[in-house]
């Protein structure tokens, strides 16, 4: 299968650029729903010429749904903002909602629908169980390795999409919640401030780890990959994404053109695949932030991938002035902003005296054939063959040129070049009419109506849940009578006796009267628990479930038939009542509430089978970085270090060693207190208290108090806790993000 080279377009101008540039197919914004809400995405009648534009070129557009919906959003303005895009012939929407995904699977069923690299899907089981739900292609999570693709490709033989260029997230997409929680700007809903791009200081065990004028730890370099093309395609890559709805079109149309020489090189000639230094330099001067990587395809992380110096910042101390190459923009403005692309076709226009004059239009394979007027005899001076190729040549900008044009005519006749001029605009409009055709599509009879949502609740008392991570924690969890059960995250237990750990604690849990759950981690990649079934299906049998946190961790589920043990937490998005219904019908257990949503919102939402975390440091970020090995080296144990930005806010990061990855926790932990009764009243079924850091004493202490507030609902925290309680944070329960 020939390759897709897809393009950003964060405008109708940019995807035009890209579209003479080479782009095989464009992705691109309109007004509401996309990752990019702040590019210049085109409004509803300049994103219908957009679709028309494209498929006349013969061109592939997707459009960006790829954030996650609220209720009145997906109920109440998803299906009337897509369905003229739908008819209009729109070949694909890309996605991050799982309640998103099923609505169009129901209202447009025609639509192609494409996993969003927002969905973290960083591995076969994960994509499977989206196939299932009619998902058409994957766009991988960026974090993947060549081999990691290549086995999602293996097993499914979905389409794979996966970035080439551009710039990268420090955070698995879909997974950050820093800039949601510091500044309500949330890149789950297109708004990312984008706080990982500022200085940082590490520290561990109150030493500094970090050196003097490398503060930028979060910031990874952008990514490159034209040297390493062949074996990106090699991998089962179908479409090869090139970041930059942000960015200038010009910007956009550069590194598409090199990217499409590249390309097309390789296709002719892959043995003598070779890119020279001239076409890297061109890269670099379009955009690079400090330099380039090749992202995570032959890279587990590393230093290397980081930027940790600005470079910029440090010119302008240095008063070093950084020059844009701006003979290259002013010279690919003119190539592909400045021009117009027409499509060549063949024609054939005939004129005979006492006749009408016949126009036959020729593209590709369509026909199309327009009648004028009669043509009368001349009395003075009869059109030449010659006059009337000039004047209907005159395609103007239209989307088309005359390749060849044959006249057929007797030089006997005459016809007003107005009546030429409007015969030449009835044929290609016709024309074009005839190649969108094919695009258009018949708007289905709308079957979900929107939700009212059951207005009784359950006064039934919800119970208590807590979440662990070390082995002092738990003991506080166990001496609480009024915790129901206990989620032991996975890596409390050594790798290697991992599941005779397990077990014992377990029967340890379960000797209190307490359920017990192994949580799994915040991120799998590279297959790390394959080979593991068995165990997982002996474990099944006698505990009570899994928490699960991704959807790679869900489909694994799915594979072992255990969605019902399976309890997903807050990563597993359930903005919606559609995402969540999608889960119901998987047979989970129990969702949790996402963290950016209000408590109106909640209020609106269907919490049956629901479970609601009131106390816990947030997890801002889940990386595949390492801030240790950022900072020096590894020592691959894991542990704790901290992060201070520039207004002195330390943020607790814990190393996840057992299984490589970082999570960064909000410098505050957020508590629910005040807010008790109204969180009582929305019918859920569980409550969770999240526990990270807390030593035995703070958990006890911590669950003294809520228990005690929620349990006996008017008991006055200060009443009941005369020792002074720690700082909280409401985080979006009041706010909300936009």
């Not at 008819?87 to 309640?99: R, S």
């Not at 020489?261 to 000639?269: A, C, H, I, R």
């Not at 059109?383 to 190729?389: G, K």
Request: charged share 30%; proline share 3%.
């Amino acid at each position: 299968m020939k390759a897709e080279l897809l393009a950003p377009a964060g405008s109708y101008e940019g995807l035009q650029a890209v579209v003479k540039a080479g782009a095989d197919a464009v992705y691109i914004g309109g007004s509401m729903f996309g990752a990019r809400a702040y590019a210049n995405n085109p409004q509803q009648d300049e994103m219908l010429e957009a679709i028309d534009y494209a498929h006349i070129h013969g061109k592939q557009i997707y459009l960006t749904v790829n954030t996650l919906l609220k209720n009145k959003e997906l109920y109440g303005q998803l299906y009337d903002y897509l369905a003229p895009y739908y008819q209009q012939g729109i070949d694909a929407v890309i996605v991050q909602d799982l309640g998103v995904l099923s609505f169009l699977k129901k209202e447009f069923p025609n639509l192609s629908i494409h996993a969003s690299t927002q969905m973290a899907v960083t591995g076969a089981r994960g994509a499977e169980l989206l196939k299932e739900a009619g998902v058409s292609r994957i766009v991988t999570a960026r974090e993947l390795s060549l081999k990691g693709i290549y086995e999602i490709y293996q097993k499914t033989g979905m389409e794979i999409e996966s970035f080439v260029h551009g710039a990268l997230c420090y955070c698995y997409s879909g997974m950050c919640l820093f800039s949601s929680m510091l500044g309500g700007r949330s890149g789950n809903r297109g708004r990312c401030a984008q706080p990982c791009r500022l200085p940082y200081t590490a520290y561990k065990d109150k030493q500094q780890i970090s050196r003097e004028g490398q503060s930028y730890l979060l910031s990874p370099k952008d990514m490159c990959t034209i040297d390493i093309l062949p074996e990106i395609l090699q991998a089962g890559v179908y479409s090869l994404k090139i970041e930059g709805r942000m960015k200038r079109p010009e910007y956009a149309a550069g590194v598409t053109s090199i990217y499409r020489k590249y390309l097309d090189l390789y296709e002719k000639n892959p043995k003598n695949y070779e890119v020279t230094a001239e076409d890297k330099q061109m890269l670099l001067d379009l955009y690079q932030r400090d330099g380039f990587n090749q992202g995570y395809y032959h890279s587990h992380n590393g230093k290397e991938m980081i930027a940790v110096v600005n470079q910029k910042e440090q010119n302008k101390k240095q008063k070093i002035t950084g020059k844009r190459n701006e003979v290259l923009f002013e010279q690919l403005k003119k190539e592909y902003l400045d021009t117009k692309k027409q499509e060549k076709i063949n024609g054939n226009f005939i004129l005979f005296a006492n006749s009408p004059a016949i126009l036959d239009l020729d593209f590709q394979d369509i026909h199309v054939q327009v009648m004028g007027e009669t043509v009368e005899e001349a009395v003075k001076q009869p059109l030449s063959a010659d006059r009337v190729e000039k004047q209907m040549r005159k395609t103007g900008q239209t989307p088309f040129v005359f390749d060849t044009l044959e006249i057929m005519t007797d030089e006997a006749g005459f016809l007003p070049m107005q009546s030429i001029n409007e015969l030449r605009r009835q044929g290609l409009e016709e024309l074009q009419k005839e190649i969108l055709k094919k695009y258009r599509r018949e708007l289905p009879e709308r079957t979900q109506k929107n939700r009212v949502k059951n207005s009784e609740t359950s006064e039934k008392m919800p119970v208590f849940y807590a979440s662990v991570e070390t082995r002092e924690q738990l003991e506080a969890v166990l001496e609480e009578k009024d915790i129901q059960g206990v989620y032991c995250h996975i890596s409390m237990f050594d790798k290697k006796q991992l599941w005779k750990e397990a077990f014992e604690t377990m029967y340890q849990v379960h000797k209190r009267e307490k359920e017990f759950y192994l949580a799994l981690p915040y991120m799998l990649r590279d297959g790390q628990l394959m080979d593991m079934e068995q165990e997982f299906l002996k474990m099944a049998e006698q505990c009570e479930g899994f928490l699960v946190r991704n959807l790679e961790e869900l489909g694994y589920l799915s594979k072992l038939g255990l969605l019902e043990k399976a309890v997903t937490d807050y990563s597993v998005y359930t903005f919606n009542d559609n995402a969540k219904n999608t889960l119901d019908e998987w047979g989970v257990m129990r969702t949790t509430v996402p963290l950016e949503l209000n408590g109106k919102e909640i209020h609106a939402r269907d919490n049956e089978k629901s479970e609601m975390i009131i106390y816990g440091y947030y997890p801002m970020m889940i990386s595949a970085q390492c801030i240790k090995k950022t900072c020096g080296k590894c020592d691959k144990k894991s542990g704790f270090v901290k992060l201070k930005d520039r207004y002195g806010k330390y943020f607790l990061t814990k190393t996840f060693c057992d299984f490589c990855y970082n999570v960064i926790y909000n410098s505050v932990p957020t508590g629910f207190l005040e807010e008790a009764q109204q969180i009582l009243g929305e019918g859920f079924e569980s409550l969770r208290l999240n526990f990270t850091s807390e030593t035995k004493e703070e958990v006890k202490n911590l669950l003294d108090t809520f228990i005690g507030i929620y349990g006996l609902k008017k008991k006055n925290v200060k009443k009941k806790n005369p020792k002074e309680m720690p700082e909280f944070t409401k985080g979006h329960f009041k706010r909300g993000v936009e």
